[in-house]
């Protein structure tokens, strides 16, 4: 609720303000041309940055592990890229939490910051920039932003009256607002979003004109469809944008909060959390001076709890600063347990730390984005990881590796040649050895790049690897059904046949490894290590060129060396003695080498 007569002093050229900002805005995305971006800017994915009132958990890993997957596929591609995370380190929260454990906020938040790397490091996120809210690069682009909004019109003193949440760091209308309970069955209030108790809070603080930009915000994603993925979120925030937009409290005065960047010359004011969090990505921009390069191809991951703010606030901040606004918005769902929330008081938080120890970076980072659902929250369980790993990993994946360069079936350890006769085409007809089954995995390879491609775009990674996988099975059931092993390889026949299997499953081998990348970087290394493929040989282009010699062109494989045996692909996990081990030693077990 707004009171006083300060809610009328808009400046009088705020509109005209507004319509030139939005007329000079670039919209444009990048088309797509023949599987390429056709002149694409460069390519900035940024996480959010994560609160530092508690320790990290698996949430934070899977934000993290979305936005370097997508990272690691545009640098494929070519692309110039960065890749942003960090910590949000101010707030309510921040100077509680500190205060509690009897510590300086700016000690206690590097402390934790400082997990928050550990972890990343553990599972081979390749951030490119993290960013810290306490930093004084950005708070001097907070200032900045804060100046150019207020210089615009868009800023005003006036008085809020209304629910707040601590917890969240939000405010709240009436309509986000229910009855619930507390630990002692006593009738409080609540967020009906997060279920966090909320407080009644009036305050004069500054005031940001959001209700301004309602139209333009409609206009904005009704012309750009694919601004929010997946869809489903798309059609939440233009559900929410039905509704009237109350102008956003965007300050707190100093009395209440100390643990923040003061308002540019109110010292009584200090700027709202989530205000100063949103500039963190225009910070890693180089915002103010050098940041046009870069923010011409932002693209955010956010978990749906924070929806709100980066489809509704975010761009509104961005229009009224004359920013373009973000290319996409990538959005996730959460992660449960027995499909209750992760919390502390349930006990049910799982350590991504320790996970990736006993299931091994490359199986955690697996697990996360197959069974992780963007539309849907999703159950995590210990024993889903260990049954996926040894299925697609050891097993499948593996065992297709392993058969394709164990010394018994590849005593020259080569990549063997291709003999066109056994495997013509299928318009010469099936002269040769090979059957229909064999050109339908063939066509399915030759696609796959594409495929994975068109899901990755769409935040689809789960369909991408459920494809990667079902070509993987094809290719066993391809050296199943031709058993090289039974071949008489001393005969000339059957030796170009055997060959010729060897050759189309390394092939296909190689698809794998270029486009596993993103997702399990050490395996996909491992795998194109194996086959002597070399570092410069791993971009997407050269996954376009699968079985060159089947399309009557040169194979530079062909003939070459394979790469030394550095064991196992994916050792197999034991599920029930890992679990066994933690129960009995407290701790978990030492990670298998990979």
Known sequence: MLTGSCRGLR???SGAVLRRLVSELPHA??????????????????TPIFYVNAAPHLGH????????????????QGLGCRFATGTDEHGLKIQQAAAAAGKDPLNFC????????????????????????????????????????????????????????????SFLTPTQVTVGTDSLGREIKVSTESGHKVEWMKEDNYLFRLSDFHTELQNWLKANPKAIQPEKFYHLVLQWLENDLPDLSVSRQRSRLQWGIPVPRDPEQTIYVWLDALVNYLTVAGYPEKHSHWWSGVHHVVGKDILKFHAIYWPAFLLAAGLPLPQAIYVHSHWTVQGKKMSKSLGNVVDPLERS??????G????????????TDCDYDDDKVVKLCNSELADSLGGLLNRCTAPSLNPEQVYPRFCDASFPKVSEGLSGRAVLEDHKMVKAVSELPAVVMENFENLHVYKALEAISGCVRLTNGFIQRHAPWKLNRSE?????????????????LRIYGIVLQPVVPGLADKILSRLGVKPGERSWDHALGFLSKHEGRDCPYEGRALGPDTGVLFNRLEGNKLQA?????????KARPQ
Request: net charge positive; hydrophobic share 30%; glycine share 4%.
């Open 61 to 76: 890993v899977h934000s993290a592990v979305i936005a370097d997957c997508l990272y690691r596929y545009r640098t494929l």
């Open 29 to 46: 995305r990048p088309s797509l041309t023949t599987g390429r971006l056709s002149q694409a800017p460069p390519y900035y994915v940024t």
């Open 492 to 508: 000339p026949k059957d030796r170009l046949w055997h060959d010729t299997i060897l050759h189309v499953s390394m092939e296909c």
């Open 110 to 169: 590097t402390e934790v910051s400082s997990r928050f790397k550990e972890v990343f490091r553990s599972c081979s996120v390749s951030y490119t920039d993290y960013v810290r809210t306490t930093e004084d690069r950005h708070r001097r682009a907070v200032e900045h932003f804060w100046t150019v909004l207020l210089n615009n019109g868009f800023i005003y003193k006036g008085s809020y009256e209304g629910w707040y949440s601590t917890p969240d760091e």
């Open 581 to 589: 081990h933690s129960k009995k030693t407290g701790k978990p077990p």
């Open 357 to 362: 120890q006993r299931f091994t970076v490359d």
């Open 11 to 13: 400046l009088k050229n």
């Open 364 to 375: 955690l980072r697996y697990f996360l984005l197959r069974q992780g659902v963007p539309d």
